[in-house]
């Protein structure tokens, strides 16, 4: 076992504090494509079992037992004929699969904690298992050094991907086009894949959140929003840029100075022991006030924010948690309830950072036509927008910035920070 993953289950086992019970952390199984074919969908390990095997393995299971020395064993199936002679696969180190139910039994009577993808028919206590789960999302939530690494090659192999893609940029090319020449980059540079699905928007299609590249073509003068991230070893990058094509508007540039501005400013504000939700507040407030300065907006900026003016064209939370997977170990730190104001709705986190946290900060302005064409939404804020100019504006698109940051014990590191920001 790598030095790295015996520290961190030897972490690990101090903060879940079973006392009697037991661990069992599963994999999950592949499944296969409903037509068939023999094929199955991409397998991935869930993260909780990745994280605290080391490795991909369908069918695994961590186990651990808080009475005996180490206490982790690593179950895997024995691997078959058919799949030596299909998939080339070889046995992975373990004790067998087969010897888990046995490991199981002998401690009948103690409490069962399931995480991961659970054993089907595998008895757990569902009360111990959700504490117990929110004490491993907690004590994943500082990165270690692998982890760390891990994210930064991620990084590395992301940035040639953006600078690639700046070449592309011209009247004519297609989403899809743009998605393929960056993600043949990341591979290129070491990805094992995409951390998630690629999103390029061009036009109006950039004020879609999550928008998946089609085979429309960029025109001269329209806003191109990329998001995507190389992963290396499941572990990932998750950026964000926003370009226009050809020579931007005055209106264009000054938009997007706004969420450039407020990007920057929340940056500085992770540093440890900072609260989450207060940090997003402050971005917004800042948009609003940008907002207010462009004409878009009408009022005082701290008021229209508590009014949830904002959320009209900054509809979701500042950032996220990173690193084994998009939003990882995002959530409410322990004993805190979500909250239940309408504009935190979409907010990943509420917690104060601390040292090796990593979190994304992607604040963004759209001109989405579903909320600002809505009727209620003009009622209720009618005298807090200027109707006529984002009439003007409202198949514009958007603008989001969004990097990686690692907050450490002095000023916060920008992971990504190769990836320049420029509109053209």
């Known amino acids: 076992m790598s030095d790295f993953l015996s520290a961190r289950r030897t972490r690990i086992a101090a903060a879940l504090q079973l ?33 605290l095997a080391g490795a991909e393995c369908a069918g695994g299971v961590v186990t651990f037992d808080p009475h005996e020395g180490e206490g982790w064993t690593s179950f895997v199936p024995a691997v078959t004929e058919g799949e030596r002679v299909w998939e080339g ?29 659970p054993r089907p028919g595998g008895p757990a206590d569902d009360e111990v298992t959700r504490l117990v789960c929110a004490r491993l999302t907690h004590a994943r939530r500082p990165k270690d050094a692998h982890e ?26 297609t989403e899809r086009a743009l998605q393929i020449e960056l993600e043949v980059e990341f591979a290129r540079h070491g990805a094992t894949r995409p951390g998630y699905g690629t999103i390029i928007g061009t036009g109006p299609n950039s004020a879609i959140l999550h928008f998946e590249p089609s085979g429309r073509a960029a025109r001269e003068g329209e806003f191109v929003l990329v998001d995507a ?17 050809g020579t931007p508007s005055a209106f ?37 006030s940008g907002l207010v300065d ?45 909250d239940p104001r309408p504009c935190l709705r979409t907010l990943r986190m509420d917690l104060p950072l601390a040292p090796d946290y990593v979190v994304t900060i992607e604040p963004g302005i759209y001109f989405i036509p579903a909320l600002l064409n809505d009727p209620a939404r003009r009622a209720r804020y009618r005298d807090a927008v200027n109707w006529p100019l984002v009439e003007q504006h409202l198949h514009l698109g958007g603008v989001r910035i969004e990097d990686n940051v ?19």
């Open 19 to 51: 006392e009697d019970a037991i661990l069992l952390v599963g994999a999950g199984g592949p499944v296969p494509l409903p037509e068939n074919s023999d094929q199955q969908y991409p397998f991935r390990s869930h993260a909780e079992y990745f994280y």
């Open 89 to 117: 696969r070889e046995q992975l180190p373990g004790t067998p699969l087969a010897a888990l139910e046995p490991w199981v039994h002998q401690r009948r009577g103690r409490p069962v904690v399931m995480l991961g993808a």
């Open 148 to 173: 760390i690494a891990l994210i930064r090659r991620a990084a590395a192999a992301t940035a040639p991907g953006y600078a690639k893609l700046r070449g592309w940029l011209r009247a004519g090319v």
């Open 229 to 245: 991230g190389a992963e290396i070893d499941r572990y990932m990058a998750d950026v964000t840029r926003t370009y226009v094509v």
């Open 252 to 288: 264009q540039r000054d938009l997007y100075q706004v969420v450039l501005a407020a990007e920057e400013r929340a940056i500085a504000r992770c540093v440890p022991g900072a609260e989450w939700k207060q940090i997003h507040l402050a971005a917004a407030v800042e948009m609003v």
């Open 294 to 338: 462009l004409g878009v907006m009408h009022g005082a900026p701290e008021t229209l924010v508590e009014q949830e003016a904002h959320t009209l064209f900054f509809p979701h939370g500042l950032g996220h948690m990173v690193g084994l997977g998009v939003r990882d170990g995002s959530g409410l730190q322990p004993g805190r309830a979500k």
């Open 406 to 424: 690692l907050v450490t014990t002095g000023a916060p590191e920008v992971l990504t920070r190769a990836i320049p920001k420029a509109l053209d």
